[in-house]
T-cell receptor, first 114, second 116 residues
Framework: GAGVSQTPSNKVTEKGKYVELRCDPI?????LYWYRQSLGQGPEFLIY????????DSGLPNDRFFAVRPEGSVSTLKIQRTERGDSAVYLC????????????FGPGTRLTVL | AQKITQTQPGMFVQEKEAVTLDCTYD???????LFWYKQPSSGEMIFLIY??????QNATEGRYSLNFQKARKSANLVISASQLGDSAMYFC?????????????FGTGTRLQVFP
C-alpha cells in the first residue's frame, strides 16, 4: 500500500519482557517519527529520524526505549523490561522531510503490558 | 514551552450543520505550523488541514477550513455540512519552526458526534 504501515497491530506482553514494534514509512519519505498515545490523550513525541540518524530523541522516556532505522527506511522501536505504564498506542508517522511538509500517520500498534 | 489547548472535550452537531472546534496555542517562535488531524475509532490519525504562521489567508480543504487568528493565537477548525462519518476525535497540533526539531505537539482532542 501507499501509506505508513505498522506491525503488529496489537501486542500483548508480560511485565519485564522485551518488545519490538515495526514501522514501514511511505516510500521516499526521509523523515520518520514515533509517538505514543495514552488513553484519552493526544499523541506525545518520542523520537524523530532524518535518514538513518536520530535527529531528536528528546521524547524517549528513559533508557529502556530505543529506536533504530539502519537503512533509512523501516524503523523499529524497541522497549526493554516493559512496565505496565508502557501500555499505549504507539504511532509512527513519516514525511518528505521538508520543514513545511505534513506528517502522515500509520494505524498504530496497541501495546498492552500485563 | 509550546502548548496546544483544546477546551471542548466533546461536541455534538446535527447532520448538515456547521461546527467549530476550538484550538489555542502558545509559542514564542515566529515560524510555526498548525495542523488538524481526525482520529476515527479505528485509531489512525488522518491529516485534514495545515496553516503556516506566515500564511495570510485561512487554509481551506473541501468542507474543512481553519479560522486562523494569529494575534489571539487561535486556530479553530470549521467543518461545514457535517456528515455522520465526521464523528471522531479531532486533534489540533503545532510544529515548531526550528529545523532541527520537527516534532508535533498535540492537544488533548475534541470528540465530535454527528447525529441525524
Amino acid at each position: 500500500g501507499a501509506g505508513v504501515s505498522q506491525t503488529p497491530s496489537n501486542k500483548v506482553t508480560e511485565k519485564g519482557k522485551y518488545v519490538e514494534l515495526r514501522c514501514d514509512p511511505i516510500s521516499g519519505h526521509t523523515a520518520l517519527y514515533w509517538y505514543r498515545q495514552s488513553l484519552g490523550q493526544g499523541p506525545e513525541f518520542l523520537i524523530y529520524f532524518q535518514g538513518t540518524g536520530a535527529a531528536d530523541d528528546s521524547g524517549l522516556p528513559n533508557d529502556r526505549f530505543f529506536a533504530v532505522r539502519p537503512e533509512g527506511s523501516v524503523s523499529t522501536l524497541k522497549i526493554q523490561r516493559t512496565e505496565r505504564g508502557d501500555s499505549a498506542v504507539y504511532l509512527c508517522a513519516s514525511s518528505s522531510g521538508l520543514i513545511t511538509d505534513t506528517q502522515y500517520f500509520g494505524p498504530g500498534t496497541r501495546l498492552t503490558v500485563l | 514551552a509550546q502548548k496546544i489547548t483544546q477546551t471542548q472535550p466533546g461536541m455534538f452537531v446535527q447532520e448538515k450543520e456547521a461546527v467549530t472546534l476550538d484550538c489555542t496555542y502558545d509559542t514564542s517562535d515566529q515560524s510555526y505550523g498548525l495542523f488538524w488531524y481526525k482520529q476515527p475509532s479505528s485509531g489512525e490519525m488522518i491529516f485534514l488541514i495545515y496553516q503556516g504562521s506566515y500564511d495570510e489567508q485561512n487554509a481551506t480543504e473541501g468542507r474543512y477550513s481553519l479560522n486562523f487568528q494569529k494575534a489571539r493565537k487561535s486556530a479553530n477548525l470549521v467543518i461545514s455540512a457535517s456528515q455522520l462519518g465526521d464523528s471522531a476525535m479531532y486533534f489540533c497540533a503545532m510544529r515548531e519552526g526550528t529545523r532541527s526539531t520537527d516534532k508535533l505537539i498535540f492537544g488533548t482532542g475534541t470528540r465530535l458526534q454527528v447525529f441525524p
